[in-house]
């Protein structure tokens, strides 16, 4: 079983940056494709970027580019979040996911991971 644990969240003002990491407990995953979705109060959990196995291919949501960047070191069994130039509607419960995605139009979808985190809290002041 795989256990994903973010970490990063937090209060920031509009126009500040985070980033957020999220390490997995099996090596298995440098196999799996990595996700971030996000689930804002009384919306839908939504896609927010992914990285392939490889790293190789990184899809971001259109909303998003430009502002986040997705990575991973595979020594450390972790993928990042890099948020810059937040804003308000950023505010949401960040979570990360992992899977065995081997189709690049699948990564942006949810029913393609089969591990999730429990999610850390952003939240973006004006």
């Known amino acids: 079983q795989v256990q994903l644990v973010e970490s990063g969240g937090g209060l920031v003002q509009a126009g500040g940056s985070l980033r957020l990491s999220c390490v997995a407990s099996?090596?298995?995953?440098?196999?799996?494709?990595m996700g971030w979705f996000r689930q804002a109060p009384g919306k839908e959990r939504e896609f927010v970027a992914a990285?392939?196995?490889?790293?190789?291919?990184?899809p971001y949501a259109d909303s998003l580019k430009g502002r986040f960047t997705i990575s991973r070191d595979y020594g450390k069994n972790t993928v990042y979040l890099q948020m810059n130039s937040l804003k308000p509607e950023d505010t949401a419960v960040y979570y990360c996911?992992?899977?065995?995605?081997?189709?690049?139009?699948?990564?942006?979808?949810?029913?393609?991971?089969?591990?999730w985190g429990q999610g850390t809290q952003v939240t973006v002041s004006s």
């Open positions: 996911s992992a899977g065995p995605v081997y189709r690049n139009d699948y990564l942006p979808r949810m029913a393609s991971y089969d591990y």
């Open positions: 990285i392939s196995w490889s790293g190789a291919n990184t």
């Open positions: 099996q090596r298995t995953t440098t196999l799996f494709a």
